[in-house]
């Protein structure tokens, strides 16, 4: 049976009744594309549009810029040139010169305005997640109007038991660095408002502020005005969205407003399923309407065609599938006299006045972005000195613009579906281990710990300039990265470890057991103290993956006394020991889980009991197994596969060396998706093979796998050299 699959908002009605729309305005775009290659705006828009936009336009331009204004006003002649300098322009004056000045230059005097603009009207913007029957999520994308109003479709919040079912999620993108940002998330609160209309497609509800962390006022609004004049055909859009609930993206300046309904505006741009209720911005980052729809492609029956020309079926496939040839979006200007009419309940009129008189941000010295005078003052985002937010802008590269430092707090989780998210105060800062500051003290893996030397993984030539080198060091030694009985070797391009190793002894008098109080990870200050060059809690958070450790707590948590096996125990929480691993491959408590994901944490207690002293010691190494092909997600390549060395004396007292690998590739794909539990196994190989595929130098290893002895490969799987695990007693020791 299949798992059921995430859904992204999509109203297939609003699809065709915007087609029908795009369809019944065809020679209007004919003109359109023949005017705006040459530039003759005044016979794609009115007179009367096309005066409001000159006039609202210069009006900023003069108030950012006044000499700018005055040397523009001087290209025309002296009764045009007083208008542009002092006043509003007269219909009479415009013509496709002027309107081209304006609006082609006014935006390369305002560019430093336009990049910060974008950062700030970026923060409003966050990801809709609604808890759907099924254990299945959906996605939309909503912003701030406000500073307690969020704005999204109607199709994405059909009604307030809808909203009581979602979180919006804020800062669900990566910083300048390519790295995910903590996500904070905040719940919808329909009962303090909710407002909502079919026909305009628009959800207008009210968002709890929260009260640990981030608050809902670090994210700012984007007002929605009411005045006309925002933009004209022809100009430029921008639209901040998650595309099929992926992390936030920007669509910037290449696309064209190709057409002003009455209550709707047409326009080019990329936009996907899950892009519902984004807002569409002009080049002043005003928001000029709620995309609400794509305009899917029709043949001559009025038939949706999908990419491949075929006919697309409703039935059967996805609305990923559909060939779009435009967007479309509803006005800003509609809705706003719509709401403002609206009957809402007495508790409700004071943020309905809130929404109707929020104010934009006003440009003040240094370009730094603060509200103006409003009758409920409100705390703005963060300032570039201490505030931090990002965004993704297609153009059609992604380039990443960032003002300040991501911050972070305490991580909670609520559940939605087979997903965790984040609850409104995000992820828990983490800070270097505290329990033991002093790293140069810390002993490392001992190679002599069985009574022979079992050496410790070399990294060969071809990987030596990915790994992380601590300063002063020479040789391999430079390379280890030692803590209390283990060691690793770190990658530094793949922020993960290429191997590490542990010293395991059950015989110890002491056995640390778990924790009461949970978990607590930490970066290595080593490798970085902010954990730039390792995989931190960003990694795992709203998804199936868990901190999976390389070296098992209960491996390194032994000792004379309670104190080393504490410390040793605590070290093994370093984000360097953390591998990302789905949570049925971690754990094994899905009770579909294969016979072969159970066992893998199992093995070397099984080795450590097998011998005729019950107990034994143990040198274990683990690692990824790093591929080319591994999928990147959140800026991190997550490993197919792992593998286990286990070096142990055998009953003859000779050295002896087991290898496995384990994969979870077929658990990867789609970590934003519902999980279905296949047949994975863990099968044990030949020490020189895993050797091949992971570039390390096991050394002596190779001589001791217990797969080269004589007779061994009658366990094998038909004439591959490897043994299928169903059971910890399928392993040849």
Not at 93 to 100: A, K, N, R, V
Not at 714 to 719: D, I, N, T, V, Y
Request: glycine share 6%; charged share 25%.
């Amino acid at each position: 049976m299949a798992a059921p699959q995430n859904a992204y908002a999509f109203d297939f009605e609003e699809a065709i009744a915007a087609a029908e729309r795009w369809a019944e305005r065809g020679e209007h775009h004919a003109r359109f594309e023949r005017a705006a290659r040459n530039k003759r705006y005044s016979e794609i828009d009115t007179p009367e549009r096309r005066t409001k936009r000159v006039n609202r336009l210069l009006g900023k331009l003069r108030e950012a810029a006044p000499q700018a204004t005055e040397a523009m006003a001087a290209e025309f002649d002296e009764s045009a040139a007083w208008e542009i300098a002092h006043a509003d322009v007269s219909v009479d004056t415009i013509d496709d010169g002027l309107l081209e000045r304006v609006i082609g230059e006014t935006r390369d005097f305002l560019f430093i305005e336009f990049l910060e603009q974008a950062v700030y009207a970026s923060k409003a913007v966050g990801r809709i997640v609604t808890n759907l029957s099924g254990g299945r999520v959906s996605y939309g994308t909503g912003f701030m109007v406000s500073p307690r109003l969020l704005m999204t479709n109607h199709h994405v919040l059909k009604s307030a038991d809808d909203a009581v079912r979602s979180v919006v999620e804020f800062d669900y993108q990566r910083n300048r660095l390519s790295q995910p940002v903590a996500v904070r998330m905040f719940k919808l609160d329909p009962a303090a408002f909710f407002l909502h209309d079919k026909e305009l497609d628009f959800a207008l509800v009210a968002v709890a502020p929260g009260g640990v962390g981030r608050s809902l006022a670090d994210y700012g609004w984007c007002p929605m005005i009411k005045e006309e004049g925002k933009i004209v055909v022809g100009e430029p859009i921008n639209i901040v969205q998650h595309p099929k609930g992926e992390m936030k993206q920007v669509i910037v300046r290449e696309n064209r407003l190709v057409d002003l309904l009455d209550l709707y505006a047409h326009y080019e741009a990329d936009t996907e399923p899950g892009s519902s209720g984004s807002p569409v911005f002009n080049n002043q980052w005003e928001v000029v309407a709620l995309h609400h729809s794509g305009v899917p492609k029709r043949n001559n029956k009025g038939e949706l065609l999908r990419v491949d020309g075929k006919v697309w079926r409703k039935e059967v496939d996805p609305p990923e599938s559909l060939d779009w040839v435009a967007n479309e979006g509803v006005r800003v200007s509609r809705l706003v006299e719509f709401i403002a009419k609206a009957k809402v309940k007495d508790a409700e009129v004071p943020l309905l006045k809130e929404f109707l008189d929020a104010k934009p941000p006003t440009l003040v010295e240094h370009h730094v972005w603060v509200p103006a005078p409003s009758p409920t003052p409100v705390p703005m985002p963060d300032s570039p000195e201490t505030g931090g937010a990002s965004v993704t802008l297609t153009v059609p590269l992604h380039i990443t613009f960032s003002l300040g430092t991501p911050t972070a707090a305490a991580e909670t989780r609520l559940s939605v579906g087979f997903q965790t998210v984040s609850d409104e105060v995000g992820l828990e800062k983490v800070e270097p281990d505290k329990s033991d500051p002093h790293y140069e003290s810390r002993p490392g893996y001992d190679p002599d710990f069985l009574g022979f030397e079992v050496p410790f993984p070399r990294l060969t030539n071809a990987i030596k300039a990915k790994a992380f080198a601590l300063p002063g060091l020479s040789g391999d030694a430079k390379y280890e990265l030692k803590y209390h009985h283990y060691s690793l070797l770190f990658n530094k391009d793949r922020k993960l470890a290429f191997v590490a190793g542990v010293n395991y002894d059950p015989t110890a008098p002491v056995q640390h057991r778990r924790d009461k109080d949970g978990d607590k990870w930490y970066f290595d200050p080593r490798v970085s103290e902010d954990g730039e060059f390792q995989a931190g809690e960003d990694l795992y958070a709203r998804n199936p993956l868990d901190r999976g450790h390389l070296v098992r707590r209960v491996d390194a948590g032994w000792g004379a006394t309670k104190k080393e096996a504490k410390l040793a125990n605590d070290d093994t929480f370093h984000f360097t020991n953390c591998s990302p691993q789905h949570a049925i491959t971690n754990q094994g408590k899905v009770k579909e889980a294969p016979p072969g994901l159970k066992l893998w944490g199992k093995l070397e207690d099984h080795v450590a009991t097998q011998g005729k002293k019950n107990k034994r010691k143990l040198c274990v190494f683990n690692g990824p197994a790093f591929q080319p092909s591994d999928t990147t997600y959140r800026g991190v390549k997550i490993p197919q596969a792992f593998w286990k060395v286990v070096v142990f004396a055998n009953d003859a007292g000779k050295s002896a060396a087991a290898a496995f690998v384990l994969t979870q590739a077929a658990l990867i794909q789609g970590l934003e998706e519902e999980f279905e539990v296949g047949e994975y196994k863990a099968v044990q190989v030949r020490v020189k093979d895993l050797e091949a595929k992971t570039n390390l130098n096991f050394g002596p290893f190779r001589d001791w796998d217990v797969l080269e002895q004589e007779g061994a490969e009658e366990s094998f799987a038909g004439e591959v050299p490897a043994v299928v695990l169903d059971s910890v007693s399928d392993a040849v020791l």
